[in-house]
């Protein structure tokens, strides 16, 4: 997962956009690190992508990874998305699409990711449907060296199939859950940066 902290107003629109996948899959696929709080909190509470529509909602990821302990947000991931069994929120599209887990949703995921070149890493668990599977698969849409396959059309395609269509859901979700702080605040970010995404794609048809 890429952990770099997208605040850099001299990033391109497109770096930006790859960043953000990016911290977006490694604060959904695990607690953060050490290193990637540290990172978090002396971020520029600045827009990370162009546009000011997301500088209130990264503002406060920053102010919550201030606010909160690194254990405690650790805490807080293992309360949600953690646990033994049926966890707290979801974050598999699956769920959201069909109300099950490992149903038809992933089995289209998994022939347009095939269609892509793409495959699930072996070491990693969890379905290709997992949030953080899926940011991961937009950044190397958005910054990979493949033209074939790292294009805007491709892009909206995954987006608007694969993302867009549930994961607003999950942010209700995560934000209506009593523990959630720091995920709270995130969700809200995500919700927003997904909103810009539509947004720009909704300009492309």
Avoid at 38 to 44: D, E, K, W, Y
Avoid at 113 to 136: F, I, K, N, Q, S
């Amino acid at each position: 997962m890429n952990n770099a902290i997208p605040v850099s107003s001299a990033l391109d629109e497109e770096t930006a956009r790859a960043e953000v996948y990016g911290l977006l899959a490694a604060l959904y696929y695990a607690p953060p690190s050490t290193e990637l709080m540290a990172q978090l909190r002396v971020a520029v509470t600045e827009a990370p992508a162009a546009g000011g529509f997301l500088e209130e909602p990264w503002r406060e990821v920053v102010a919550a990874a201030r606010a909160l302990s690194d254990d405690e947000v650790a805490t807080e991931y293992d309360a949600l998305f953690g646990g033994v069994g049926k966890p707290e929120v979801y974050v598999f599209g699956s769920h959201y699409l069909s109300g099950f887990l490992n149903e038809k949703p992933l089995a289209a995921l998994r022939n347009d990711l095939a269609a892509l070149g793409l495959a699930r890493d072996e070491a990693m668990p969890e379905t290709e449907d997992h949030v953080a599977y899926l940011c991961e698969v937009m950044r190397y849409l958005i910054a990979g060296d493949d033209v074939t396959v790292a294009n805007l059309t491709q892009q909206q395609k995954f987006f608007t199939t694969h993302l867009q269509p549930w994961v607003l859901q999950m942010c209700d979700a995560i934000a209506a859950h009593h523990r959630a702080r720091f995920y709270a605040a995130l969700a809200g970010f995500t919700r927003a940066f997904v909103n810009v995404e539509a947004q720009g794609f909704d300009m492309l048809t």
